[in-house]
């Protein structure tokens, strides 16, 4: 009788290289492996397919997920200026769910009754996976063999993979927990476990010491059509080679470094460090336009949907009907963010100095305390007569209770 199939997110690491030949031994499945690049820096992709397969994977498909990556979920992801706690840009948070969704469709396409992932059971990853998959397909069952093997040493793993012929690193084990992606990088466990320690210099990658930028500062300037990033300096760029861009000049300039407390899903507190220069600068040149082109209340009940949008999708909910429905909202927000953003790099920071839109609604004649004032200040008076006669009267009324 034909084996029962799982089909599992595969990185190539030593977690997941054991997870195939323990889904073989343990569980008598049949592994289909899949890994999604979502922009990360990883190790030659023929060469973790051809690992998959030695150590046992029925098949190992290598999925380039960047485009949909950025056309579907940074897109949305922009659109809502999506911080988690307003300052984490959700960098693993949103890489989930693509996996999610090729996950589903591998397993529907090759009939497989499971899916499994690598992720501990003390983080957010696994939560986002498993809901993310149930969403899609609840007829799908979800291992999690991590979760399994927590009281496992890791010298215990590495000699089980070891006595199996599985490549096992002989370097000393990265201290770290990283995770990366085209939208930035996450750093985590080790030294930063303690929260009065200062990040030591030597976990960053994408971004300079930010004393140690350039001493000139420079001068970028971002186009977007309908909320989508679509050029830099004047240039026709995609939203994807724009934010490849951003992350080399904000990193340069020493910016888009976070180091931040956060509250998990699964309850506890924990200290990451993230560096995300294209995101941050990106979100910042995106609000700037919106300043200038959302109509006022639209542009404040927007920043409370952005709160809850982060917020689902910290939660692992991309796939929710809540979501669905603040997406659509969003997405009815960006059709006038059209126009371009000058902004200045320096020594760590990045301002925005500069917006224009032909959806501008700011009106010079307006705001000007010069000459071209169209202001009419006689209507201010009755304005502000009623604006305050609630307050007014509730104050008179204080009066009479203070006696
Ligand atoms: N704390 C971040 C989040 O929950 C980063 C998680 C990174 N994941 C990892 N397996 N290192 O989105």
Redesign the pocket.
């Known amino acids: 009788m034909a084996k029962e199939k799982v089909v599992l997110a595969y990185s190539g690491g030593l977690d997941t290289s054991v997870i195939i030949r323990w889904l073989i031994e343990e569980k008598d499945l049949d592994v289909i492996a899949m890994v999604g690049d979502v922009g990360q820096q990883r190790q030659d992709l023929e060469y973790i397919r051809q690992k998959a397969i030695d150590i046992g994977a029925l098949e190992c498909l290598v999925v380039d997920m960047r485009e949909e990556f950025v056309n579907e979920f940074l897109t949305k992801a922009l659109a809502a200026n999506a911080l988690y706690e307003n300052k984490?840009p959700?960098?693993?948070?949103l890489s989930r769910p693509i996996l999610v969704k090729h996950l589903v469709k591998t397993a529907e396409e090759y009939q497989a009754q499971y899916v499994a992932h690598g992720?501990t059971g003390k983080?957010?990853?696994q939560v986002r996976f498993e809901i993310g998959i149930v969403t899609l397909n609840p007829e799908l069952k979800v291992l999690a063999p991590v979760r399994e093997w927590d009281l496992l040493t890791r010298e215990q793993e590495m000699e089980w993979a070891a006595a199996r012929g599985i490549p096992v690193p002989t370097t000393v084990d990265e201290p770290y927990?990283?995770?990366d992606n085209i939208w930035g990088r996450?750093i985590?466990c080790g030294i930063l476990e303690d929260p009065w320690v200062e990040p030591p210099e030597d976990i960053y990658e994408l971004t300079q010491p930010p004393n140690m930028g350039p001493d000139l500062p420079q001068y970028v300037e971002l186009g977007f059509n309908a909320g989508v990033p679509c050029s830099l300096d004047g240039k026709q760029m995609s939203f994807h080679d724009i934010i490849i861009e951003l992350n080399e000049i904000g990193g340069r300039h020493g910016y888009g470094r976070i180091d931040m407390l956060?509250n998990?899903l699964v309850g506890l507190k924990?200290r990451?460090i993230y560096e995300t220069p294209g995101a941050l600068a990106l979100i910042e040149a995106h609000k700037a336009l919106e300043d200038m082109t959302l109509e006022r209340d639209l542009l404040h009940y927007k920043l409370s949907v952005e709160h809850v949008w982060a917020t689902q999708v910290?939660y692992g909910q991309w796939y929710s009907p809540l979501k669905q429905a603040l997406d659509a909202f969003i997405a009815s927000t960006q059709t006038a963010v059209t126009g371009e953003v000058r902004l200045k790099f320096h020594k760590g920071t990045c301002l925005t100095v500069g917006r224009r839109s032909d959806f501008s609604l700011y009106d010079y004649g307006l705001a000007t305390y010069g000459e071209a004032d169209s202001f009419d200040r006689t209507a201010a008076k009755g304005f502000i007569d009623i604006f305050g006669l609630a307050v007014k009267t509730w104050a008179r009324q204080q009066l009479k209770l203070d006696i």
């Open positions: 984490y959700l960098v693993s948070a992720c983080g957010n990853d927990s990283i995770d996450t985590e956060e998990r924990s990451e910290y």
